[in-house]
């Protein structure tokens, strides 16, 4: 594949705690740079993205209930309608991982259903954290964030246990076959990962280390 229809995929993707505002700069420089789809970040950069991003066609990408999952819906929603306030093109909210688990799958449904009104037109994905749940949970949660009328669903935060697997992402993409995105996230750091996610049905790749990722399409010498 070559660089420029690969950096089209990335999300390129900056969520650590400590990203200081010189870290967010770079993140965006970079994104234009190369062309990325979007840049993630948690939401109190995202109106100094959209602001330095504002003549790209690069998106901005602002995470919702980010890391765990587990905080109210309203707290979601309300956090959502900020980041969409500031500018944000797009959210990547994470589920009540725990109310899946409990197979409360309304709570789960209903959580992914208000954000998304709030989003109207704008994307969203939803995290399903897949490390922590059974592949029949997966499924599941693919088929509440179909219901609930999401745009993606997105293998992980990158800050658990795991992060996204080639049979995940196959499995999700069996689940909501055409009718969605499918976003590999956590651990995606080589060229290599990349298009392993990419041929098993990925349609974003959100990490940390896209750069890397392009230099790889770059030096590949099958294209």
């Known amino acids: 594949m070559k660089q420029a229809e690969l950096a089209r995929y990335i999300d390129h993707t900056l969520l650590a705690a400590n990203a200081t505002q010189k870290m967010i700069t770079a993140l965006?420089?970079?994104a234009a740079e190369h062309s990325f789809a979007s840049v993630c970040v948690n939401g109190c950069w995202t109106r100094y993205c959209v602001d330095m991003l504002k003549d790209t066609k690069v998106k901005v990408c602002t995470v919702i209930g980010f890391p765990l999952g587990s905080g109210s819906t309203s707290?979601?929603?309300?956090?959502?309608?900020?980041a969409l306030a500031d500018g944000?093109?797009?959210?990547?909210?994470?589920?009540?991982?725990?109310?899946?688990?409990?197979?409360?799958?309304?709570?789960?449904?209903n959580d992914i259903r208000l954000v998304k009104?709030?989003?109207?037109?704008r994307t969203l994905k939803v995290i399903l954290?897949?490390?922590?749940?059974?592949?029949?949970?997966?499924?599941?949660?693919?088929?509440?964030?179909?219901?609930?009328?999401?745009?993606?669903?997105?293998?992980?935060?990158?800050?658990s246990s795991g992060g996204a697997t080639v049979a995940d992402v196959k499995l999700m993409r069996e689940e909501v076959k055409e009718e969605m995105g499918v976003k590999a996230a956590g651990g995606v750091r080589s060229?290599?990962?990349?298009?392993?996610?990419?041929q098993a049905g990925a349609t974003r790749l959100g990490t940390s280390s896209g750069i890397a990722i392009i230099q790889g399409a770059a030096s590949d010498a099958t294209y």
Not at 117 to 121: A, T
Request: proline share 0%; hydrophobic share 40%.
């Open 28 to 30: 965006c420089q970079e």
């Open 75 to 82: 707290a979601k929603v309300c956090e959502a309608a900020q």
């Open 88 to 109: 944000s093109d797009e959210i990547d909210m994470v589920i009540n991982v725990g109310k899946m688990l409990d197979g409360d799958y309304e709570a789960v449904e």
């Open 117 to 121: 009104e709030v989003c109207q037109q």
């Open 129 to 159: 954290e897949t490390c922590l749940l059974t592949d029949e949970q997966k499924r599941i949660a693919c088929k509440l964030a179909l219901k609930a009328k999401a745009d993606f669903v997105k293998t992980s935060t990158g800050f």
């Open 191 to 198: 060229y290599e990962t990349a298009l392993q996610m990419i």
